[in-house]
């Protein structure tokens, strides 16, 4: 897990329905560092995502994918 506001800019995929031009598009997005290598790999994947967050050592990290279901981030002890 990483402290709010550590950042790493990772290419992502912004779904039609999220984008301001109602297409979808291609930006670059601050994502939590911790987190940032996993996220950049389902985008080469070709998985589309919806949102992420690490959970700041508050709650279990997640990324919600396009088609509705939830990759849940639990950290090793």
Same mark, same amino acid.
């Given at each position: 897990?990483?402290?709010?506001?550590?950042?790493? %800019?990772?290419?992502?995929?912004?779904? /039609? @329905? +999220?984008?301001?031009?109602?297409? !979808?598009?291609?930006? =670059? %997005?601050?994502?939590?560092?911790?987190? /940032? @290598? +996993?996220?950049?790999?389902?985008? !080469?994947?070709?998985? =589309?995502?919806?949102?992420?967050?690490?959970?700041?050592?508050?709650?279990?990290?997640?990324?919600?994918?396009?088609?509705?279901?939830?990759?849940?981030?639990?950290?090793?002890?």
């Amino acid at each position: 897990m990483c402290d709010w506001g550590t950042w790493t %800019k990772v290419r992502v995929r912004v779904p /039609a @329905d +999220l984008s301001s031009t109602g297409e !979808a598009v291609w930006r =670059d %997005k601050d994502i939590d560092s911790c987190i /940032a @290598d +996993l996220v950049r790999a389902l985008q !080469a994947g070709g998985i =589309d995502m919806r949102a992420s967050c690490c959970g700041h050592g508050q709650a279990p990290g997640r990324i919600d994918l396009q088609d509705g279901r939830t990759l849940f981030i639990r950290h090793r002890r």
